[in-house]
C-alpha cells in the first residue's frame, strides 16, 4: 500500500504521517519517506529555495525529478517487496504550491501524469493563519512557500484537487489523536489486514 500526505505547511500531515508509521510497523514492514528527498536533487531544490534563487517552473522541474529518483530507488522497490510506503508529500504539492506560484495546472498535471498513483491520498486542510502560527514556533524564518496569501491560495488549490483526484479531505485543526484514529480507519477500510 502507497499512502501519501500532502497539505500547506502547517497543516499537521507530518506530524500524522509519523504516527501513522510507527503505527503500522508495529505489525508490518512499513518505510516512511519524504519529499523533497535527502538525495542530489532535494536537497539541491531546498538549498535554491531557502535562498529563494530560484523561479517557480524551474523548482516544479526539479521536485519532479527529485520524484522520478525517489520513485524508481525507494518506492517502487520498498512496494515491490511488500512494505508499507508512507510519504510526506508526493505530486499534489507540485501542482498545488506550482499553481499558487502562477504556473498552468495543465502543465503541472501532464509533468507529473506518469508518476505511481497512491492507494490513499490524504489532504490536511487548515486555515492558514493557524498553519503560520504552527511554523512560526517551530523554527526562525519562514520559505517563500509560507507567507499568508500564499498559503491562502496553495489551501484552496489543495481543496479543489482533493475533490478531483479522490483524496480524503482531513480536517488539520482537530486534536492528533483525534485525527490520528481516523486515519487508521480509512486506512483499515481501504485494507482490511492492515
Known amino acids: 500500500m502507497f499512502i501519501s500526505f500532502e497539505g500547506i505547511d502547517g497543516s499537521g500531515k507530518t506530524t500524522q504521517a509519523k504516527l501513522i508509521y510507527d503505527e503500522l510497523r508495529k505489525n508490518h514492514k512499513c518505510v516512511l519517506t519524504r519529499e523533497p528527498t535527502q538525495g542530489d536533487i532535494g536537497n539541491f531544490v531546498k538549498k535554491l529555495i531557502k535562498r529563494k534563487k530560484i523561479n517557480p517552473m524551474a523548482a516544479q522541474l526539479l521536485f519532479a525529478a527529485d520524484r522520478s529518483f525517489h520513485l524508481e530507488n525507494l518506492i517502487k522497490p520498498k512496494l515491490k517487496s511488500n512494505n508499507i510506503v508512507v510519504t510526506d508529500r508526493y505530486y499534489l ?3 498545488a504550491y506550482g499553481k499558487a506560484s502562477g504556473l498552468n495546472e495543465s502543465w503541472l498535471e501532464l509533468v507529473n501524469s506518469r508518476f505511481l498513483k ?3 491520498t490524504f489532504v490536511f486542510d487548515i486555515d492558514p493563519k493557524v498553519a503560520i502560527r504552527r511554523i512560526e514556533s517551530r523554527r526562525k524564518g519562514t520559505a517563500y512557500f509560507e507567507k499568508l496569501k ?4 496553495t489551501r484552496n488549490v489543495y481543496r479543489r484537487l ?3 483526484h479522490g483524496c480524503y479531505m482531513i480536517d488539520g485543526s ?5 485525527i490520528k484514529e481516523l486515519l487508521l480507519l ?3 477500510h481501504h485494507a482490511p489486514i492492515v
Open 93 to 95: 504539492s507540485t501542482i
Open 118 to 120: 497512491p492507494d490513499i
Open 150 to 153: 500564499f498559503l491562502k491560495t
Open 162 to 164: 482533493a475533490r478531483q
Open 174 to 178: 482537530q486534536d492528533i489523536e483525534t
Open 186 to 188: 480509512i486506512i483499515k
